[in-house]
């Protein structure tokens, strides 16, 4: 279950709805103090779907021109959430013309209508935030054209939902959403008159949650990279309000940002897109490049693990490695079992990939993309370096628990490239293996060489493999060396069956090679995008065997064929996202 799929307990949604109740009595601003400057970024093509009727949430499609949208039924709370937060009106902006904006002025007032008295599932803090952000950022697009009393409900009702914010920020869960809960407060509490004093207690409280949630390597305890992203994205997008207003941001604030940025550029693909990990996405387009710009923290290099993930790069090749052990407890609810997992891009494509996270298109497939069998790392007889608890009765999230105890990690810069090995322990419990890769790009980015081995590593080790092996009737554990390749990646095997080339629609050809020791196959994949109706095919690179002495080592590489340039012009633009997919 998603973030937005939280439900509340009912003591929350009470005090919510009483909060919101109250937040009716309260007076109402008369307009803003200065004019507020538009920092959110939508999608072109999202927006001329949503004028043309095509309403995509949360993975469900509803075809309509003519109905509202709050008349559509919606199927799930992760739909309900989506369209209440009104990150939509960023897609209308985007378009920006004379339909887009009535539109966006059709769908703002019928909320107001149809929730703006106190009702309805979207008077909860984060979503409160999220819609105040937007209402605030798109208010000159909004009020284009409209009379007074139209203009005055609307201040009336962003006015009501900052009242709110400034009563229930504390009722947003710590992270992403109480981020949301106080930018939304000091975005319109700055911008509104006659709410500043509501501003300043916001202020404080967002430096605090800097302090106690953005670690001292500038990661999230969630181990999200997309989910980091939003957050800096949110604190860049206060500290410019405060900037405005001619206000100081906290010292702890700043702090953060300097400690964050350079954890994202170490996050950041050769593509510009994040890594695919811990229940994020590649990031909206442009999100990352213009966060990063409005923070004006310097680039420098990043010494260490990334928010527990190592970075190779070389020329315009990357790979990012998930180095360390999974999120734990309540920061695990999207976790995804993907110790020693990496991906890798060339240029401005993809190659190597995670399946990604599923939770637009079921419980199933969400949960089918947090195994370990979604990622290009090693798995044993098909079972996941760590595992998902049972439900929750109260929120049905599904925690990450028997993870990896300890990931060993070392990285070293050669002469004639980089070179990182880690390895987990997360098999050592039923299996009494650790599991080692060793990964080494060369100085030029035209080849990674792999190196995966299964190895017992003492005497206790040794008994309980030699278990697992009795169990197995002594045919060895069995194993799977995984390699998802991205949808627009054309795979053939090649060599008679010997080796993988892989065509990327730069032009760019690839080679998989491995030393020979187990079965190599092309099997089918998914590659699971939040932006699609459901998951798109692909195909994966399988080596499989079974262990049966203590140490199984298998090698492989990656590299370019001969034939591929040394510069590659990629100039082809992607086509833009269609809703039949």
Known sequence: MSRYDRMASRGTR?????????????????????????????????????????????????ESTTTGLWDVEAPDLAFEAERQGCTWLDDLAAVGDLAARQKAQYWVWGWIEAFGRGRGPGWSADLTGRRVIRWTNHALFLLSGQDKERADAFYRSLSQQTWFLSQRWKGASPGLPRFEALTGLIYAGLALKGCEELADPAVRALAQECNSQINADGGLPTRNPEELLDVFTLLTWAAAALHEAGRSVPRDHHAALDRIAPTLRALRHADGSLARFHGGGRGQEGWLDHALAASQVPARAYEGL?????????RRTSVIVDASVPPTGKASYNAHASTLAFELTSGRRPLIVSCGAGENFGVEWRRAGRATPSHSVVCLEGHSSARLAPPQKATGQEFLIEPPTEVQVEREDLDAGYRFQGAHDGYAKHFGVTVVRALELSVDGRT????????????TAKRRFDRALDAAALKGIGYEVRFHLHPDVDAALDLGGAAVSMALKSGEIWVFRHDGQCDLKLETSVYLEKTRLKPRQALQIVLTGRAIQYATQIRWTLSKAQETALAVRDLNRDEPMSYEE
């Open 14 to 62: 009470l005090l919510n709805r009483y909060t919101a109740w109250k937040a009716r009595k309260q007076p109402a601003a008369t307009g803003f103090v200065s004019q507020p400057e538009p920092r959110t970024i939508g999608s072109f093509a999202r927006g001329r779907q949503l004028v043309a009727g095509n309403l995509l949430f949360a993975g469900y499609l509803v």
């Open 306 to 314: 990334a928010m527990g993930f190592c970075r190779l790069s070389a």
């Open 448 to 459: 990674l060489a792999g190196e995966d081995m299964i190895l017992t590593l003492d005497d």
